[in-house]
């Protein structure tokens, strides 16, 4: 068994760091109410064509999707009956991989969230400078969204002092993830994060009052 690399007194946070396939496959099914997660953006992950390129050919997106839907598989496995929803960032390069990846887990996309930053990004002279990403949400039928006036467009400003202080590349806000951990689950629940990062989806359960399963593969 993968131990813990940190669990609290009170048990609202386990946190551990190894690949997420492997603690996973450990944990048991219906264990976890919601996942939360932020993987990579597969920036450079080129092994087709170009290798200067941002990002790879369709066929390395597809490559990827094989990936993804491995630990969508256990991901989803985890999940409590009746209250399944696996939410993914992603942007407009990695939707397409995120959805064909929970298809072939046999999941299937019932949401996509707008995140409309409040804030231009930077592009290529040859591109338009984005000031959204997105969140595809795969709930399972009985899954409700209790709230039923949200929308799938938010709108959360982000500032680049939101990575200055952990140096995490693409750090998401606090009160963005508090807002959706609050929309996908209820009180007292438990969110799984199998790309954990700097953390910041631990920080929005403890402020909302959920119990937390972080899993980051590379040691603080």
């Not at 969140?135 to 467009?153: H, N, Q, T, W």
């Not at 631990?202 to 937390?212: H, I, L, P, Y």
Request: aromatic share 10%.
């Amino acid at each position: 068994m993968i131990e813990p690399y940190y669990k609290s007194d009170d048990g609202q946070i386990t946190l551990y760091c190894a690949d997420c396939l492997d603690v996973m496959r450990e944990m048991e099914a219906g264990s976890v109410d919601a996942v939360v997660t932020d993987p990579p953006y597969l920036v450079g992950a080129v092994s087709i064509g170009n290798a200067q390129a941002k990002s790879g050919t369709w066929a390395d997106l597809n490559n990827a999707a094989f990936w993804f839907s491995a630990w969508y598989r256990e991901g989803w496995r985890t999940l409590v009956t009746g209250r399944e929803h696996f939410a993914t960032f992603c942007n407009w390069r990695t939707q397409p991989l995120v959805i064909c990846a929970m298809a072939a887990a046999g999941m299937s996309a019932t949401s996509c969230l707008v995140w409309h930053k409040a804030w231009i990004g930077p592009a290529a002279k040859n591109a338009l400078r984005p000031t959204y990403e997105l969140v595809v949400i795969a709930s399972g039928g009985e899954a409700d969204i209790l709230d039923r006036g949200l929308s799938d467009i938010w709108t959360h400003k982000w500032m680049a002092c939101h990575s200055a202080d952990t140096e995490h590349p693409a750090e998401k806000p606090v009160g963005l993830l508090a807002k959706l951990t609050e929309a996908l689950s209820i009180d007292g629940s438990t969110i799984l994060d199998p790309f954990m990062g700097s953390g910041t989806t631990g920080v929005a359960c403890v402020k909302t009052g959920r119990r937390f399963i972080g899993i980051e593969i590379n040691e603080p």
